[in-house]
DNA sequence: ACCATACGCAAGTCCAGACTTGCCTGTCAA
DNA sequence: TTGACAGGCAAGTCTGGACTTGCGTATGGT
């Protein structure tokens, strides 16, 4: 597929595809099912293979993650480039350390 | 409300509320009527008064407009700091030019 | 007082998309 | 070949949320 960049916005909508590139960007080069035990271990999310399946499917639409098939595996690679485009789309000013702002909810 | 960040990822997933940041972007203290004639106008896009209405909620939710009343107006305003959540999340590698990835594919 | 303006609230409709279920294909090892 | 394993496909369910409709509440002008 001719990546036309399929809406880098919503795939980062859903929490569980967040926690996914979380764990990419731990660790490249996973496969389906590894990121399925480490879901359910370190995120506590249990959804069911073809979820997961389902959502490395609309990240890869993205262009979030890249993949390379060896064999019956299937590893997965996260790319942040495309998130470049929030970054330049709305400029965000220096951090300013005072400044009672909302902070991000992750553990 | 406390900010807990209402999802400012669930925010930016929808292009109108983009369109809208977009706006306020390039103009900040408008109303909710001059965003909604600037919609039409700018970006093709014909919401009702309503619909614009809720939009700017969930966005103001997310901590990305901050508002302020005076009189009968509401002047709305643009705060980028939350998406900074993002860029400091997933740390994106410096541009590389002769690199064939993927481009937005904003007008 | 009157009316237009600027906006809010609440209930209802409707559809994208998250998730499941069931089955199928391909790969490797014994 | 047989079985286990890694993954894909397709159809169906169901809920969140985008949008509309209709009415209500302030504010400001004349």
Redesign the pocket.
């Known amino acids: 597929m001719v990546p036309g960049v399929g809406?880098v916005f919503?795939a980062i909508?859903?929490?569980?595809?967040r926690a996914l590139l979380d764990e990419l960007a731990e660790r490249d080069g996973q496969?389906?099912?590894?990121l399925?035990s480490r879901l359910a271990v370190k995120h506590d999310?249990?959804?069911?293979?073809?979820?997961v399946?389902?959502?490395?499917?609309?990240l890869e639409d993205a262009g979030l993650v890249s993949?390379r098939r060896?064999?019956?595996?299937?590893?997965h690679r996260l790319d942040t480039r495309p998130l470049r485009a929030i970054a330049e789309r709305w400029p965000v000013p220096p951090d300013d350390p005072d400044d009672p702002e909302p902070r991000e909810d992750r553990p």
Chains 1, 2 share one sequence.
């Open positions: 809406d919503r909508a859903e929490p569980t595809r496969t389906l099912f590894d399925c999310l249990t959804p069911t293979r073809q979820a399946s389902q959502h490395l499917a609309v993949t060896e064999g019956r595996y299937k590893f």
